[in-house]
T-cell receptor
Framework: QKEVEQDPGPLSVPEGAIVSLNCTYS??????FMWYRQYSRKGPELLMY????GNKEDGRFTAQVDKSSKYISLFIRDSQPSDSATYLC?????????FGSGTRLSIRP | GAGVSQTPSNKVTEKGKYVELRCDPI?????LYWYRQSLGQGPEFLIY????????DSGLPNDRFFAVRPEGSVSTLKIQRTERGDSAVYLC?????????????FGEGSRLTVL
């Protein structure tokens, strides 16, 4: 079993829809949880990070962490075609950061 | 530089050859990470440097892989006796200090193809 599990998609939604992306994990030592966005043939870029359980909002993006269920989510409101990318969850407890396999998201105009 | 720079951007080599991939991190960033990303997969951790020393090399798949960072800035990932299964994008990332918050800045990667 992988330490971090993420549905690879692809996920296709119409412009303006609310998108929900999720990851589960098995290592209870993880304390920091991140979401990265990766465009084709580019390196990942950090979208949001959250420490421990709770919610964090940044513009159209909301990250949620439920440590009791070992489950994290990213919500995108009013999705735009420019949001089309691969979204990677990531987490760490100490030195190395472990990534999920990524979910390919496509927003249809 | 303004961002993390990786060279070469593309490398094609033959099975059995030796390869070096270079990473130039953001100036002042003390932590440097190497990841490997295969098609359709997320980045797979290889090694993490804090300064000149490898703080965690648990992700290196075998002894054909080695990485150095002699002056605490530029790093080189070295792969000996390359195999077709080594084909992937090798990503380098840096951060300002130990990145418990996960704020890594990635380069665009070096795409390695082993024929």
């Amino acid at each position: 079993q992988k330490e971090v599990e993420q549905d690879p998609g692809p996920l296709s939604v119409p412009e303006g829809a609310i998108v929900s992306l999720n990851c589960t994990y098995s290592n209870s030592a993880f304390q920091y949880f991140m979401w990265y966005r990766q465009y084709s043939r580019k390196g990942p870029e950090l979208l949001m990070y959250t420490y421990s359980s709770g919610n964090k909002e940044d513009g159209r993006f909301t990250a949620q962490v439920d440590k009791s269920s070992k489950y994290i989510s990213l919500f995108i409101r009013d999705s735009q075609p420019s949001d089309s990318a691969t979204y990677l969850c990531a987490m760490t407890g100490a030195s190395k950061i472990i990534f999920g396999s990524g979910t390919r998201l496509s927003i249809r105009p | 530089g303004a961002g993390v720079s990786q060279t070469p951007s593309n490398k094609v080599t033959e099975k059995g050859k030796y390869v070096e991939l270079r990473c130039d991190p953001i100036s002042g960033h003390t932590a440097l990470y190497w990841y490997r990303q295969s098609l359709g997969q997320g980045p797979e951790f290889l090694i993490y440097f804090q300064g000149t020393g490898a703080a965690d090399d648990s992700g290196l798949p075998n002894d054909r892989f080695f990485a150095v960072r002699p002056e605490g800035s530029v790093s080189t990932l070295k792969i000996q006796r390359t195999e077709r299964g080594d084909s992937a994008v090798y990503l380098c990332a840096s951060s300002f200090g130990p990145s418990n918050t996960g704020e890594l800045f990635f380069g665009e990667g070096s795409r390695l193809t082993v024929l």
